[in-house]
């Protein structure tokens, strides 16, 4: 990758641009409007939301008054575990549509798989929210699909019954928690993997070891992490709502990691974990606890 807007491609043939915008934890309103101009104004292409984050109709605005055209921009978000099943699924859709002011997704992801720890029929409430998803993927309102936070043998199952299989898998990836066997599974699998929380939550961002190699490549410890996660074929999407800073963490195709530091990153100490872990996903019962399948 030498630019910001060098791409992935996904198994369908969809081109994703390297480095995502991420939103997660940015209120709705003026930040959110005002971060995504931001970033758009600093060379991203690709805009990472999701309903959950409460803010679509704010980065929907940005992406507008941006002055970039929509057919330029990846644009992203996630279906929630209130949605669940087939007819809610394709209902959530139309709303991430309406919120965000589009009449197409670049990608839709499901946001958490629903987990045999929260409900004994797991399998088929994701059979059938990921029939939903098919749907709307064959209607061309959603030019790619995938998954989040899933792990192996939740993708299994998932493809049991499916007829396309998911092109992406968003997780936790940054130095001190980068999952690389669930990483080299993905990757081996066909499936595009997204890094989520590069920054580690920003805990990283102290560590000694980050800060050393930084130091030697005259960039910040944000931009060695992002840079990490592109050596190791993974999308990470920063998060800043600062200006300068969402411009900083893309200004990463001037270095390159050597082996050593490359080495020195991935046997550091765990460092900077969200305590969110696929087998642990939001409990349904915090949610309402029931989904039909229809």
């Not at 970033?39 to 992406?63: C, F, P, Q």
């Not at 989040?148 to 299994?156: G, T």
Request: net charge negative; with cysteine.
């Amino acid at each position: 990758m030498k630019s910001l807007t060098d791409v992935f491609t996904l198994s369908n043939g969809v081109q994703i641009p390297c480095v995502g915008y991420g939103t997660w934890q940015t209120p709705n309103g003026d930040v959110a409007r005002d971060s995504v101009v931001a970033a758009l104004k600093a060379g991203y292409r690709h805009i990472d939301t999701a309903a959950a984050y409460g803010n679509e109709a704010s980065v929907g605005e940005g992406i507008r008054l941006s002055g970039v055209a929509r057919s330029d921009i990846f644009l992203t978000t996630k279906h929630w575990i209130m949605e669940r099943g087939y007819t809610k699924t394709v209902a959530a859709v139309e709303a991430s549509l309406k919120n965000l002011g589009t009449d197409y997704l670049d990608l839709y992801l499901v946001h958490w798989p629903c987990v045999e720890k929260s409900n004994p029929n797991w399998k088929e409430i994701n059979a059938a929210t990921w029939a939903g998803f098919e749907k709307m993927y064959k209607e061309g309102k959603i030019r790619a699909i995938g998954v989040s936070n899933y792990l192996p043998e939740q993708i299994l199952a998932l493809e049991e019954t499916a007829t396309v299989k998911p092109m992406v898998n968003q997780i936790e990836f940054h130095p001190g928690y980068y999952q690389p066997a669930l990483v080299e599974w993905c990757q081996n699998h066909g499936m595009l993997v997204e890094g989520w929380s590069p920054l580690g939550c920003g805990a990283v961002l102290q560590d000694v070891t980050l800060g050393k190699i930084a130091a030697k490549y005259n960039k910040s410890v944000a931009q060695v992490c992002v840079r990490f996660a592109l050596q190791s074929d993974v999308l990470p999407m920063p998060k800043s709502t600062h200006a300068e800073r969402i411009a900083q963490n893309a200004d990463v195709f001037d270095f390159e990691l050597s082996d050593a530091d490359m080495l020195a990153i991935r046997t550091m100490p765990p460092v900077g974990y969200s305590t969110y872990h696929p087998t642990e996903a939001p409990a349904d019962s915090l949610f309402g606890g029931n989904y039909d399948v229809d």
